[in-house]
């Protein structure tokens, strides 16, 4: 029996060899490298961009992008940092953080269905308004301290634990539910979509809804991370965000994808900048070229491949 691969998948497959590729080199030239303690850190460094990324892949596949989500990482740290440097108990900060997040999200997705306007214009004019906040709430990074983050610094896996558990929840909706296949059905062709009946306008305000839901958790994230609001957080992660989507295998066209592919995109994300901080010598910036290389790289297999598969096919 033949086995045969769907074009699909090619993109996806590549980024999961890549991954085990890296993590396999990795292995061999640093013993200490392939361990449960590594991978735990892998998750926990990199949960803030893996959460934000998460969003992010819900825009993409229906054809759109989103380019606040760093910006409201870092408006979400210095809200709740000044929330809880008032004295607001954790249990409240953070779900109103959270509800400010997704309402930013709701808000552009609105004004992208209701005035059909391109979504990298509008959230590039949410990036410039959430950073401008960001700073009118505080222009200096404020240290968060409370019982609550007392308690959760010392348990840094709590961050990989909201990853991992993100991460399957959004797996269930994008391939499980109604609303995930409205989500490639729009990114597949948006005519088709209004031609089949579905909600594409409300389904847009969703979709950018759970991009400003996960960039706000990110934001959370980051504080327990990191405990501390700081205006300038994450800035540039958007752009990282969108590598680990691509890389991950979805198109930047919209209708194909998974997010099991970010995961893996992350990952790769995440080693590399790992083995750059294991090797000692070689500058950061080593991490941005070997991440452009890769994109370019992954850009160039998704044209080569030609995927022309059903565009609404949920995998």
């Known amino acids: 029996m033949k086995l045969r691969i769907s074009r699909t998948h090619v993109p996806l497959l590549g980024g999961l060899v890549v991954f085990l590729l890296l993590y396999a080199a990795a292995s061999i030239y ?4 392939f361990s449960w303690r590594v991978f735990e850190d892998l998750l926990t460094d990199n949960a803030y961009l893996g959460l934000a990324a998460i969003g992010m892949t819900f825009v993409i596949l229906s054809g759109g992008i989103d380019l606040s989500v760093g910006a409201v990482v870092g408006f979400t740290t210095v809200l709740i940092g000044m929330l809880v440097g008032r004295h607001v108990a954790a ?3 953070l779900p109103l953080a959270l509800m400010v997040g997704t309402a930013f999200g709701g808000l552009m997705g609105w004004v992208i269905a209701e005035f059909e306007l391109p979504p990298f214009l509008v959230t590039l004019a949410g990036m410039f308004l959430a950073r401008g906040m960001a700073y009118v709430v505080s222009r200096k990074s404020v240290e968060i301290s409370s019982p609550f983050y007392d308690a959760v610094s010392s348990r840094p896996y709590v961050t990989a634990v909201v990853f991992v558990a993100t991460l ?8 499980f539910r109604a609303f995930g ?13 209004l031609l089949m009946g579905l909600p594409v306008a409300r389904t847009k305000v ?8 996960c960039a706000a958790l990110a934001g959370v994230v980051h504080t327990i991370y990191a405990p501390s609001g700081d205006p300038n957080a994450a800035i540039g992660l958007e752009l990282d965000a969108i590598a680990a989507v691509v890389i991950g295998g979805t198109l930047l066209t919209g209708g194909v994808g998974y997010v099991a592919g970010t995961f893996v995109g992350v990952l790769i994300l995440g080693i590399i900048q790992t083995v750059i901080n294991f090797q000692g010598t070689l500058n950061s910036w080593w991490t941005r070229i070997a991440v452009g290389v890769l994109l370019m790289v992954f850009i160039l297999l998704q044209k080569v491949v030609q995927v022309r598969a059903p565009r609404a096919a949920s995998g």
């Open 30 to 33: 640093f013993p200490n490298f």
């Open 91 to 93: 249990w409240v900060a």
């Open 168 to 175: 399957l929840v959004a797996i269930y909706v994008l391939h």
């Open 181 to 193: 296949r409205a989500v490639y059905a729009i990114g597949g062709s948006e005519q088709s979509a």
């Open 206 to 213: 969703a979709i950018y809804a759970v991009s400003g839901f």
